[in-house]
């Protein structure tokens, strides 16, 4: 693909096939991912790639802790929740996956099972956890850099016919994953990649999600009209 088929072309995959993606394509993908630049070169980023039956009981293990109720356990900061614009831009997205999969505003029983596909990783056969070291903790050029090394790997993935999303419920219980991931302390869990093969029967996967204008983000200083 050209670059900007890539950038133009990618969207958040919430569907898979169930095949299995072979570990060096993934390693190609990390190979490319990892030319991301990062604050002087410091490349605080590691990555857990897994599959088959650890991915299973991490999946299992996230949706019955939050069914019971358990309190989310995220390791990075969330802040409040959305407001304003960025609220709108939220629920702009979910209605617009909502529509793509049937899911009526009453319907809370198939509400709820999509958000609990988020916390078994959208069934996908990969996920890779993103995370970062801890003597790094507490700079912000750390997270900053862990975006651009997630940001270069999705796209990577789509460049290679994989699809890809990346999300925070697939780590909301964090003792979980730590525990089946073998995730090393010294290590802070950032973020999860789901991966995989693209099901283009799954209704959702053909969401394209909306951006604003270069003119609403941007603002030019001593350029001449």
Same mark, same amino acid.
């Given at each position: $693909? ?17 095949? *299995? ?12 991912? $990892? ?8 490349? *605080? ?27 989310? +356990? ?50 996908? *056969?990969?996920? &890779? ?9 507490? +700079?912000?050029?750390? *997270? ?47 973020? +999860? &990649? ?32």
């Amino acid at each position: $693909m050209q670059f900007d088929d890539v950038i133009l072309g990618r969207r958040s995959i919430r569907g898979y096939k169930p095949d *299995p993606v072979p570990k060096a394509l993934i390693e190609e993908i990390l190979r490319l991912a $990892m030319r991301a630049p990062s604050s002087m070169n410091t490349q *605080p980023w590691n990555f857990y790639v897994i599959t088959g039956e650890p991915l299973n009981r991490i999946r299992a293990g996230n949706t019955e802790r939050m069914v019971a109720g358990v309190p989310q +356990s995220r390791e990075f900061r969330t802040g409040e929740a959305f407001a304003g614009h960025h609220r709108d831009r939220q629920v702009g997205v979910a209605k617009q996956l909502f529509a793509a999969m049937g899911i009526a505003r009453e319907d809370k029983e198939m509400r709820q099972d999509w958000v609990l596909r988020g916390f078994r990783q959208f069934d996908a *056969p990969v996920c &890779i956890i993103v995370t970062y070291d801890r003597v790094l903790d507490g +700079s912000d050029d750390t *997270p900053f850099d862990c975006g651009a090394v997630t940001t270069a790997l999705v796209n990577a993935a789509w460049s290679r016919g994989l699809g890809a999303v990346i999300n925070s419920q697939g780590i909301m219980q964090s003792p979980v994953v730590r525990e089946h991931a073998g995730i090393a302390d010294d290590q802070i869990i950032m973020k +999860s &990649i789901a991966l995989g093969w693209p099901d283009d029967t799954f209704p959702a996967n053909a969401v394209v999600s909306e951006r604003k204008s270069v003119e609403e983000a941007t603002t030019f200083v001593g350029f001449d009209d």
